[in-house]
């Protein structure tokens, strides 16, 4: 069986092949390109009005979005994926997906068969589905454009809901983890993360867990997708944040069978 470094390996090298632009775009010019304060996060447009800007994200996400960030949340899915248990037969719903890093390598490796992305950027939508059709599993992907409150999945539907580091883009981020709990099915599990603070939302720590608590129980587990580092008086990378949680099964449904 492989290590869980030999497993990051192979993430990085997926992710190395998917997403090249990493290598040969500088990553400073690229937020200077695509504007990255002004249009992203300090933009204090409605939620649909990102779309163009997360359009233009889609086509240099390997420069935008450091590989360690990533690595650090793959190692934290496949830990909670070890205490829920994602089964090969099973479909997983993600919510404000982009390109699908996790979710395409996840169907690689005896993720999940069944796979919907739901995003408001169609570029992002477009950039997982060539990634899913050269790994031959375009037909078990279902890609819906939409605002991630309102993909009109049918309830309890999932097994497993991803919302990774896209509600912080949101000022309705509230909705995110309702929405979450309203497509996983009964037993489901759940994996949340944010960026706290983040200007465009500004979310803080309790009011995600309150929030997350108020949906989901008080089950739910907390921690630091990359772990706080202290530098002098200050705390550093107190940024991505996340929630696992399971969907309570229904009590008079249990009584019933
Ligand atoms: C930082 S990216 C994260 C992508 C991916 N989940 C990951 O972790 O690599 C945030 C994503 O959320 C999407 N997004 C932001 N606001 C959204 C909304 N209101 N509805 C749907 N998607 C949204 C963006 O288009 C973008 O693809």
């Given at each position: 069986m492989a290590t869980l470094q030999e497993v990051l390996d192979n993430f990085q090298q997926f992710w190395e092949l998917f997403f090249p632009e990493q290598h040969t775009l500088h990553r400073e010019e690229v937020l200077t390109a695509i504007g990255d304060?002004?249009?992203?996060?300090n933009c204090r447009a409605?939620?649909?009005?990102m779309a163009a800007y997360q359009n233009d994200v889609a086509g240099v996400y390997g420069a935008y979005e450091a590989v360690r960030y990533q690595l650090y949340t793959l190692r934290n899915l496949l830990e909670s994926q070890q205490r829920g248990?994602?089964?090969?037969d099973q479909h997983l719903v993600s919510l404000?997906?982009?390109?699908?890093s996790y979710e395409l390598w996840l169907m690689m490796n005896q993720g999940p068969r069944r796979v919907t992305l739901v995003d408001h950027s169609p570029a992002m939508l477009a950039r997982a589905r060539s990634i899913a059709e050269r790994l031959g599993v375009s037909e078990r992907v279902t890609t819906i454009v939409s605002d991630a409150t309102s993909s009109g999945l049918p309830p309890k539907s999932a097994d497993w809901v991803f919302c990774l580091?896209?509600?912080?883009?949101?000022?309705?981020?509230r909705r995110w983890i309702y929405e979450a709990g309203r497509i996983l099915k009964p037993g489901g599990t759940g994996y949340l993360s944010c960026t706290l603070k983040f200007p465009r939302s500004r979310i803080q720590r309790g009011d995600f867990e309150a929030a997350v608590q108020n949906r989901f129980g008080r089950g739910a587990e907390f921690d630091h997708v990359v772990p706080p580092r202290q530098i002098g008086e200050h705390v550093a990378f107190d940024m991505r944040y996340y929630a696992v949680v399971q969907m309570k099964v229904d009590s008079s449904r249990r009584k019933r069978r």
């Open positions: 304060l002004e249009r992203g996060g409605p939620d649909p009005e248990d994602l089964r090969p404000g997906c982009g390109p699908a580091n896209g509600m912080h883009w949101s000022s309705n981020w």
